[in-house]
């Protein structure tokens, strides 16, 4: 183990306080002088005993462990080892502990039988607790105890992190674990242009419950196949509801729960813009919609058609948590419910067709989740809440001023999920240093408060060009803190991502590089402006979408930023190659994370070029053909991997703003 392996400063394995015939004070001074010892550069092999005792890092796990406790001894697996669970669910566990294991050159055997002699076994465990576990490594073998499946489950998780960081030697410890959280939850964004594979979503599910995450959410606005209403999903890949039935199998086979999300009130314009509902619009052409965003509460035709989506949608859904969104309404009160807010107000018009929807949740058996943004907005619309309403609060800000009303909501005697962001959306990377804090601040208040769990988005505004890869680092992050908060070490995170997940540490400064641009979001836009405007108009989009390029994003770019963007983040020719033994689903989120970097210069060189045209400065045409050039490489890239993982969805307005962009250079170098 390198010295970059060793910057964490999270759970350290203890000895026990009296060791040797040292006193407990005389114990716990010699364990500080350790801890110093451990958190100093090591050598390439682990050596560090105190004592005689090997000290396991456990600091360097991903997903930290809740407490760990060194034993003297070692084990080292044997080159053909068994793996025994009493259980049919611990096959899938043991199988891919198996995985690992060959890849080490040996060659396991995984047997369901609780009395035959194995070197790793899984034993029922009652009273440890929902998804708690032990992990026993002695000197003859490794014992997992836990008292359901889902704990067992995790404990090889556990174990597949210790054997990738010591291989098959491991120093002889006992971990005790449990969650902090009881609802661990990623929400992916699949309506803003981008419909994941299936086997993409089977692949990502795999590494959210390797992280311990243990919900999955999928937005969906109209990427749907409806039966009763089949233009809803037209033209944008939907899903099929044997695709749904497929996933949520996966996903239950590996513990975590499918939770279906549907929006039923606002974000509503890519229904109300099709002909047929435009009369359900509260507010037709609000920002730009033709049906603008939210459904008329007033319109008995709205309910029934939240209703007609709702029967064939939730009964599908094995969970019983269901989010029913409900964010967003902005024009609520100011068209069709005019008179009716006028009246009432606001809020309790908002409040009166929430109840309808809460009425359908129960006639299905659910229980109801929703955006807690409206009701905070109204914070006196809490006491007519159902009691059994979840309230997903979210702001995706590092402070976030709604991370700290969450106690409004818990203090009315409601259940919450604390909802921070990857912070990748409306970025070719993403926003890092706030991802991170964002997560860590919510994940802290969670977890004081006393609140369900926390539920990480990532969301695709505008185009959904952020790809998974630049998602992952925050998909993990907000796994470790809902896991165990308390010992996860924000500021080491990073590296051990890069080296667990992306099979390569070196990549860790590039990725900070890549999430540090002060104008992520601006360059995010900036490759669908027009160098030059055209009669008013700035860019180009998507006709689905209210793409904000009513403005210029390149004229208020600070040079310095753009400079400063050219310079931290590396050319795509300088990240490191995938590893060789990468599986293909982390190899590509390598490749996407270059091209990502690519996409940020790409935009920095348009907005100074940009800036030099309007200004009238000379701008040769040398340098727009390279430009030209270089963005139809790029979006030749872009369209390999958007394929890769996800169906063509709106693949295509994407590719076609690049190469508007391009030719428009190309034009401009001519004259």
């Given at each position: 183990?390198?010295?970059?392996g060793?910057a964490?400063?999270?759970?350290?394995c203890?000895?026990p306080?009296?060791?040797?015939?040292?006193?407990?004070?005389?114990?716990?001074?010699?364990?500080?002088?350790n801890?110093r010892?451990i958190?100093?550069?090591?050598?390439?092999?682990?050596?560090?005993?105190?004592f005689?005792?090997?000290i396991?890092?456990?600091?360097?796990?991903?997903?930290?462990?809740?407490n760990?406790?060194?034993?003297?001894?070692r084990?080292?697996?044997?080159?053909?080892p068994?793996?025994?669970?009493?259980?049919?669910?611990?096959?899938?566990p043991?199988?891919?502990?198996?995985?690992?294991?060959?890849?080490?050159?040996?060659?396991?055997?995984?047997?369901?039988?609780?009395?035959?002699?194995?070197h790793?076994r899984?034993?029922?465990?009652p009273?440890?607790?929902?998804?708690?576990?032990?992990?026993d490594?002695?000197?003859?073998?490794?014992?997992?105890?836990a008292?359901?499946?889902?704990?067992?489950?995790?404990?090889?998780?556990?174990?597949?992190?210790?054997?990738?960081?010591?291989g098959?030697?491991?120093?002889?410890?006992?971990?005790?674990?449990?969650?902090?959280?009881?609802r661990?939850?990623?929400?992916?964004?699949?309506?803003?242009?981008?419909?994941?594979?299936?086997?993409?979503?089977?692949?990502l599910?795999?590494?959210?419950?390797?992280?311990?995450?243990?919900?999955?959410?999928?937005?969906?606005?109209?990427?749907?196949?409806?039966?009763?209403?089949?233009a809803?999903?037209?033209?944008?890949?939907?899903?099929?509801?044997?695709e749904?039935?497929?996933?949520?199998?996966?996903?239950?086979?590996?513990?975590?729960?499918?939770?279906?999300?549907?929006?039923?009130?606002?974000?509503?314009?890519k229904?109300?813009?099709?002909?047929?509902?435009?009369h359900?619009?509260?507010?037709?052409?609000?920002?730009?919609?033709?049906?603008?965003?939210?459904?008329?509460?007033?319109?008995?035709?709205?309910?029934?058609?939240?209703?007609?989506?709702y029967?064939?949608?939730?009964?599908?859904?094995e969970?019983?948590?269901?989010?029913?969104?409900?964010d967003?309404t902005?024009?609520?009160?100011?068209?069709?419910?005019?008179?009716?807010?006028?009246?009432?107000?606001?809020?309790?018009?908002?409040?009166?067709?929430?109840?309808?929807?809460?009425?359908?949740?129960?006639?299905?058996?659910?229980?109801?989740?929703?955006?807690?943004?409206i009701?905070?907005?109204?914070?006196?619309?809490l006491?007519?809440?159902?009691?059994?309403v979840?309230?997903?609060?979210?702001?995706?800000?590092?402070?976030?001023?709604?991370?700290?009303?969450?106690?409004?909501?818990?203090?009315?005697?409601l259940?919450?999920?604390?909802?921070?962001?990857?912070?990748s959306?409306?970025?070719?990377?993403?926003?890092?240093?706030?991802?991170?804090?964002?997560?860590?601040?919510?994940a802290?208040?969670?977890?004081?408060?006393?609140?369900e769990?926390?539920?990480?988005?990532?969301?695709?505004?505008?185009?959904?060009?952020?790809?998974?890869?630049?998602?992952?680092?925050?998909?993990?992050?907000?796994?470790a803190?809902?896991?165990c908060?308390?010992?996860?070490d924000?500021?080491?995170?990073?590296?051990?991502f890069?080296?667990?997940?992306?099979?390569?540490?070196?990549?860790?400064?590039?990725?900070?590089?890549l999430?540090?641009?002060?104008?992520?979001?601006r360059?995010?836009?900036?490759?669908?402006?027009?160098?030059?405007?055209?009669?008013?108009?700035?860019g180009?989009?998507?006709?689905?979408?209210?793409?904000?390029l009513?403005?210029?994003?390149i004229d208020?770019?600070?040079?310095?930023?753009?400079?400063?963007?050219?310079?931290?983040?590396?050319?795509?020719s300088?990240?490191?190659a995938p590893?060789?033994?990468l599986?293909?689903?982390e190899?590509?989120?390598?490749?996407e994370?270059a091209?990502?970097?690519?996409?940020?210069?790409?935009?920095?060189?348009r907005?100074?070029?940009?800036?030099?045209l309007?200004?009238?400065?000379?701008?040769?045409?040398?340098?727009?053909?390279?430009?030209?050039?270089?963005?139809?490489?790029m979006?030749?890239?872009?369209?390999?991997?958007?394929?890769a993982?996800?169906?063509?969805?709106r693949?295509?307005?994407?590719?076609?703003m690049f190469?508007?962009?391009a030719?428009?250079?190309?034009?401009?170098?001519r004259?």
């Open positions: 183990m390198g010295a970059a060793w964490g400063q999270g759970t350290v203890e000895p306080a009296r060791v040797n015939g040292n006193s407990s004070a005389e114990g716990q001074g010699l364990r500080r002088a801890r010892a958190l100093s550069p090591a050598p390439a092999e682990w050596r560090i005993l105190l005689g005792v090997p396991v890092p456990t600091s360097q796990l991903l997903i930290p462990v809740r760990c406790v060194s034993k003297k001894g084990f080292t697996l044997p080159a053909r068994v793996l025994a669970g009493p259980r049919r669910a611990d096959a899938l043991l199988g891919q502990l198996a995985g690992d294991l060959g890849r080490l050159g040996l060659s396991p055997r995984v047997v369901l039988d609780a009395g035959t002699a194995a790793v899984i034993r029922r465990a009273g440890l607790g929902r998804e708690a576990y032990r992990l490594v002695s000197g003859e073998e490794i014992e997992i105890s008292s359901d499946d889902a704990g067992a489950y995790y404990a090889v998780q556990t174990l597949r992190g210790l054997l990738r960081r010591h098959r030697r491991l120093a002889a410890c006992r971990i005790d674990d449990a969650p902090d959280l009881a661990r939850g990623v929400y992916l964004d699949c309506s803003r242009g981008k419909v994941p594979t299936l086997e993409t979503l089977k692949q599910v795999e590494r959210l419950a390797a992280w311990k995450i243990n919900e999955f959410q999928l937005y969906v606005e109209n990427v749907f196949t409806f039966r009763r209403h089949p809803i999903g037209r033209g944008y890949s939907p899903f099929t509801p044997e749904f039935l497929d996933l949520q199998a996966h996903c239950k086979s590996h513990h975590v729960r499918f939770v279906g999300s549907l929006s039923s009130f606002g974000h509503m314009e229904i109300l813009r099709l002909p047929p509902y435009r359900l619009a509260e507010l037709p052409g609000h920002m730009g919609y033709p049906g603008g965003t939210t459904l008329c509460p007033g319109n008995p035709g709205s309910i029934r058609l939240v209703a007609d989506l029967d064939e949608f939730l009964p599908l859904l969970a019983e948590d269901f989010n029913v969104c409900c967003e902005w024009e609520l009160g100011r068209g069709r419910s005019a008179a009716r807010a006028a009246k009432v107000g606001t809020g309790r018009v908002y409040l009166e067709f929430l109840l309808k929807i809460h009425a359908l949740c129960q006639k299905h058996g659910k229980r109801m989740n929703a955006w807690a943004d009701v905070l907005a109204h914070p006196e619309l006491d007519g809440l159902p009691r059994d979840v309230m997903l609060n979210w702001d995706y800000d590092a402070p976030g001023n709604l991370i700290r009303r969450s106690h409004e909501i818990l203090d009315a005697g259940p919450m999920m604390a909802c921070p962001g990857t912070s959306w409306q970025s070719h990377g993403t926003r890092l240093p706030n991802a991170m804090q964002n997560v860590a601040n919510f802290r208040e969670a977890h004081r408060r006393g609140a769990g926390l539920l990480n988005t990532d969301w695709g505004d505008y185009g959904h060009r952020n790809l998974l890869g630049a998602s992952l680092h925050g998909m993990a992050h907000g796994g803190h809902s896991w908060g308390r010992k996860v924000d500021p080491s995170f990073t590296d051990r890069c080296r667990d997940v992306l099979g390569d540490a070196r990549l860790a400064p590039w990725v900070r590089a999430g540090d641009s002060r104008i992520s979001r360059l995010y836009f900036i490759l669908g402006e027009r160098l030059v405007p055209s009669r008013g108009r700035w180009w989009q998507d006709p689905g979408e209210r793409i904000p009513s403005k210029s994003w208020p770019a600070p040079p310095e930023d753009l400079r400063r963007t050219l310079q931290i983040v590396p050319e795509e300088r990240w490191p590893a060789k033994r599986a293909r689903f190899a590509l989120a390598v490749r994370l091209l990502a970097a690519t996409m940020d210069r790409l935009s920095a060189r907005a100074t070029l940009a800036k030099s309007r200004a009238g400065e000379p701008v040769t045409a040398r340098q727009l053909r390279e430009l030209s050039a270089d963005t139809e490489r979006a030749r890239e872009f369209e390999r991997f958007w394929l993982r996800n169906k063509p969805s693949l295509r307005y994407n590719l076609a190469r508007q962009g030719r428009e250079a190309v034009e401009i170098a004259r």
